[in-house]
């Protein structure tokens, strides 16, 4: 009897207002990652107004994107996507939110204007904009997660504050991170992984890739385990972009 083919199915929300910084290369990451492996992996693009049932997928990416995109995607959240993500999270399944769509999954965002826009709630954060006048978060990030190095760029005026039932995803050891201030990067519950790293983030760490990947796989396909892959290129290009940052000694 042949082997069962291995399927994932990955939910893509709102590509069209929240992709800064590249955030359509973690899918094609996604992607080729799956398919060097024989894993078939389907994306459905969902945009404002789109029906979503969490059911149907195996991984949801959110990306980045400005304030007043924000408000457009809390908008639809509100009326059509906030309640099947919240339980696609308490269900486990693997939801990548960066950036824009890391903040919406908190509680809530305050802008520069003092405006507040309400979150899912799914992390146990919140987020304040200090005002117009205070400084940008921009630059390159090196950050401690899991025995290893997660590398990236961040840009954003908001500063994230982790709730008691939050865990810190990544510890930063260079950049600025959540809000410059208690060294934590991103946020993680259950499956639920929150991060400021753009640049695009799974390019650059294809160890965090399989490790989204492999969760997945496994809820799927009971027992499944991920082949290992020749990263030798990838794995250059994340050391070089830890030494671009002058922290090259922490790798290993």
Known sequence: MA???????????????????????????????????????????????????W????????????????????EDMEKLKGKPLKEAAEHGTVILAICGGYQLIGRFYRAADGSELPGLGILDLHTEHPGEDAERFIGNVVARWNGT????????????????KAEALATIVSGYGNNGQDTTEGALYK??????????????????????????????????????????????AHADAVRLTGTGGIIG
């Open 3 to 53: 082997p069962k083919p291995l399927r994932l199915k990955l939910a893509y929300l709102y590509p069209r207002l929240m992709n800064l910084y590249g955030d359509r290369g973690n899918i094609i990451t996604f992607k080729y990652r799956c398919r060097a492996r024989g894993i078939e992996l389907e994306v459905d693009e969902l945009e404002r107004g789109d029906k979503f049932n």
């Open 191 to 236: 499956n639920v992984y929150g991060t400021y790293l753009h640049g695009s983030l799974l390019p650059k760490n294809p160890i965090l890739a399989d490790h989204l990947i492999g969760i997945a796989l496994g809820r799927r396909h009971k027992g499944a385990i991920l082949a290992p892959i020749d990263d030798r290129v990838e794995d250059a």
């Open 55 to 74: 059911k149907e997928y195996d991984i949801i990416f959110m990306g980045g994107a400005q304030d007043r995109m924000q408000q457009k995607v809390a």
């Open 149 to 164: 190095t997660l590398v990236g760029f961040e840009n954003h005026g908001g500063r994230t504050y982790l709730g008691e």
